[in-house]
């Protein structure tokens, strides 16, 4: 069961597929993650809530 490296929550093994470099075996970051987004192939800091 693969999670995030960021906040650990759960991602399937096709959302790594598409979303992970090659090299790695999980997402740095993921659609659960309040703090950071991904911006193309970048990572950074999420510049307002994305909270509810």
Do not use: H, W
């Not at 790594?16 to 993650?33: I, K």
């Amino acid at each position: 069961m693969a999670t995030c490296q960021n906040c650990s929550s759960f991602v399937t093994e096709a959302y790594v597929r598409v979303f992970a470099p090659d090299e790695m075996e999980t997402v740095r970051v993921c659609p659960n993650c309040e703090d950071k987004l991904r911006d193309g192939a970048e990572i950074r800091e999420a510049r307002s809530s994305r909270g509810n």
